[in-house]
């Protein structure tokens, strides 16, 4: 029977589950799950972690106004509670032991995880089946995390092609040769309407904060970044012993590299990439756990002028810079290019792409070898 705990109505709305289905073993292992297998969940949930409280000096006076208007009352010793993180969570009957985290990139939410935009499982139900408990955030002054203690102005950018570019799903309106991306419209139209806009300025120190927070409360688990927090998921590991493993797709940013030693900057068109510097026994504590990073296709191996391609050629090259760097400190780091394993067409949302429990399956087959499910 499934259980509801602190169950948010529409926020889980992604997933149906048939009780009367029979229940998977623990070590299963196919690719070829069914998008109507059900599966059973012991426990769901969602909650805040993190954050911090702000108030305003003075003393609250409940009648200051005469009436109620939110735009136009004194703050005067009144608090606010933001920056933290939102996470919604499932575990499934007889889990695996560590349970995955996953979070989000640039613009993005919980989303990318869910639902594919052309509607098929996402990355939350396919680990779900394979019995790993599911843990979904939304970063701080992001989505469902948006109360930020610290104000900005949002503004309604016509932008829409250029993150197609960025994303790599093509150039302009025009999808790439065979790429892994549903061409659907309706696809498209989803896809564009997941992008969600920062409710505060972009702190990565709030986010690594929460995200650390978020691992002191669960415990051990592995860390499953996307894009922009990949970075920031090397420097919560800094921060946080229970941390056991990151799989990053695409790390676009934020490589933390031993003091002395961090790399010229990576130009690009429109830019140029910088890496950080670290102390070397902060560095060190990324030779203690596996990590895996991917990137999909359509990045190239020299300068071209498409921005879009340009800064994942960067980011490409860093990856391959910082992964000799960790390995050489007596590291784990697997840098795997998909098309070099045949696998092509992939975007930047791999998680999202056509091929996506294939996708998924290299994630698990990767957990098995290390010994992580």
Known sequence: MIKYFNFYTGILCTLVFILSCAERQPNS????????????????????????????PGT?????????????QSTEGQTLHGDHATVVYQIPVNPRELP???????????????????????FQSIFLKKKFPVYLLDQPRRGLSG??????????????QLWFGIFRLGEGNQFYPEVQFSQDPDALEQFFRQITPDTGPLNIQVNIDAVSALFDKIGEGVLVTHSHSGGQGWMTALKNDNIKAI??????????FPVGKVPQ???????????RGVPMEEFQKLTKIPIVIYYGDYIPEEPVTSPGKEQWRAALTMAGQWTKAVNDAGGDVTLIVLPELGIKGNTHFPMSDLNNKQIAELMFEWLSEKGLN
């Open 247 to 256: 799989v990053s797709y695409e790390p676009g940013s934020n490589f933390v």
């Open 265 to 275: 900057p990576i130009p690009f068109v429109g830019g140029a990439l910088k890496a």
């Open 29 to 56: 292992a196919d690719p070829s799950i069914s998008d109507k297998e059900s599966v059973q969940i012991q426990e769901q949930g969602t909650f805040a972690v993190g954050g911090s409280v702000i108030e305003s």
């Open 147 to 160: 109360r930020s203690t610290v104000s900005t102005t949002t503004n309604a950018r016509t932008e829409d």
């Open 100 to 122: 995955l985290v996953f979070w989000h990139g640039y613009g993005q939410s919980m989303r990318t995880w869910q639902t594919t935009p052309d509607g098929r499982e996402g």
């Open 60 to 72: 609250f006076d409940p009648v200051a106004h005469g009436y109620f208007n939110p735009t136009d």
